[in-house]
């Protein structure tokens, strides 16, 4: 019998400072940091990741990911189902297994390539999940439990509203009203517990869905700009340039996709 099922794998090297708005997944999903630091944010829970470290998302539970400004990691992500195996006292930690290390990097260099070997990838995550599964054995844990859940609940509740309602008119008070908490009270935590104010975060989620609309080039600049309740295009794709540091006609070119 099989002890994992992988479903999809993805070498992930995003422009700095990117921001996942996230979601909630019906499998697993391996997080492994090649280079950089990168952020995991599972269940409400920030974790930070640095070279050499994995994070294990569980099913059916709100997780994203984001880099800090001026911060570009580069990651492997894989979707994975777990048949048999326990990996949930594992879930949502930072993890540095030197036994796992060498697998890791295979992996990642694997994935990186074009004619990426699906049997190989498969071979190894079953190997590296079975190793984990046996390390979970002594950890009873479903998640780590921190001070402050309540905060940390407000925070996930919060991703979510803005995930959900991203193509929405979003302010700090629309969300903060949406989650019924104060403006100043969500405020607080975000920058308590991420670093970021909701703010910057709403802009940053809605420019990564900006980004995927031209990748998927149905729409042009003009209805990406009224999809995602920009006042103008021109302040969309003046937002779009400081951030990205093109414009997103310079972005379209480059991915080959067309833009208006």
């Not at 400072?17 to 950089?36: D, K, N």
């Not at 048999?84 to 930690?93: F, H, M, S, W, Y």
Request: charged fraction near 20%; glycine fraction near 6%.
């Amino acid at each position: 019998m099989e002890l994992t099922h992988m479903l999809s794998w993805e070498y992930c090297q995003p422009e700095a400072g990117f921001l996942l708005s996230g979601s909630s997944r019906s499998h697993w999903q391996l997080i492994f940091a090649v280079s950089g630091e990168l952020h995991a944010v599972v269940d409400g829970f920030d974790t930070a990741l640095t070279p050499g470290q994995l994070l294990l998302c569980p099913p059916d539970v709100f997780s994203m990911h984001y880099a800090r400004e001026g911060q570009a990691p580069e990651y492997l992500a894989i979707a994975f189902e777990a048949r048999e195996l326990n990996l949930l006292p594992l879930a949502g930690k930072a993890l540095a297994q030197q036994e796992l290390l060498p697998m890791l990097q295979i992996m990642a260099r694997e994935a990186r390539r074009q004619d990426a070997s699906a049997p190989l990838l498969e071979n190894l995550l079953a190997a590296t999940a079975l190793l984990l599964s046996r390390s979970a054995a002594s950890q009873p844990e479903a998640l780590p439990r921190r001070p402050q859940q309540g905060e940390n609940t407000i925070i996930r509740r919060a991703q979510q509203y803005i995930s959900v309602h991203i193509r929405d008119k979003l302010s700090v008070t629309l969300v903060a009203q949406g989650i019924d908490v104060s403006p100043s009270y969500m405020t607080a935590l975000f920058q308590k517990h991420l670093s970021i104010s909701p703010g910057e975060y709403i802009r940053r989620a809605k420019l990564h869905e900006c980004k995927q609309l031209i990748q998927q080039g149905q729409l042009n600049f003009t209805q990406i700009a009224a999809a995602l309740e920009y006042s103008t295009v021109h302040h969309f794709s003046r937002q779009f340039k400081e951030h990205f540091g093109i414009t997103p006609t310079e972005y379209a070119k480059s991915i080959g996709t067309k833009g208006a």
